[in-house]
């Protein structure tokens, strides 16, 4: 539905001019800004979905026409509050486990680890 306040002229012939208006217009303007403070201003936290999360954030962007990839990125990191989270080079790596959960993770370290032992005089 399209706001009855914004004039739209009976020769448009296509789509295309239609969206070309309605961008022209005030509303939209007010639109995109929201969409970009929205962005300036969302948060992931590790407990979140991060699918819904991702998609969320992906939909404002293009409400808010931005496409610069630098800006995305820059808006993405900002929105990982977490300070578990570091961010290397084009890596986003989560380092909330202490050493303790590694070492005691039957996962991680086996047993047998425990028998093995480094001669002094090396290998």
């Given at each position: 539905?399209?706001?009855?306040?914004?004039?739209?002229?009976?020769?448009?012939?296509?789509?295309?001019?239609?969206?070309?208006?309605?961008?022209?217009?005030?509303?939209?303007?007010?639109?995109?800004?929201s969409c970009k403070q929205k962005?300036?201003?969302?948060?992931?936290?590790?407990?979140?979905?991060?699918?819904?999360?991702?998609?969320?954030?992906?939909?404002?962007?293009?409400?808010?026409?931005?496409?610069?990839?630098?800006?995305i990125r820059v808006l993405l990191?900002?929105?990982?509050?977490?300070?578990?989270?570091?961010?290397?080079?084009?890596?986003?790596?989560?380092?909330?486990i202490e050493d303790d959960e590694?070492?005691?993770?039957?996962?991680?370290?086996?047993?047998?680890?425990?028998?093995?032992?480094?001669?002094?005089?090396?290998?």
């Amino acid at each position: 539905m399209v706001n009855s306040t914004i004039p739209i002229s009976k020769e448009i012939n296509s789509f295309d001019e239609l969206i070309k208006i309605l961008k022209l217009h005030t509303s939209f303007t007010i639109f995109k800004n929201s969409c970009k403070q929205k962005l300036q201003v969302m948060e992931y936290n590790y407990k979140q979905d991060i699918a819904t999360f991702l998609a969320n954030f992906h939909s404002l962007c293009i409400d808010a026409e931005i496409s610069n990839p630098e800006e995305i990125r820059v808006l993405l990191i900002n929105s990982f509050i977490d300070d578990d989270v570091v961010f290397e080079e084009s890596k986003i790596i989560k380092y909330d486990i202490e050493d303790d959960e590694i070492s005691n993770n039957p996962n991680l370290h086996s047993n047998d680890q425990d028998e093995l032992e480094i001669p002094e005089d090396g290998f």
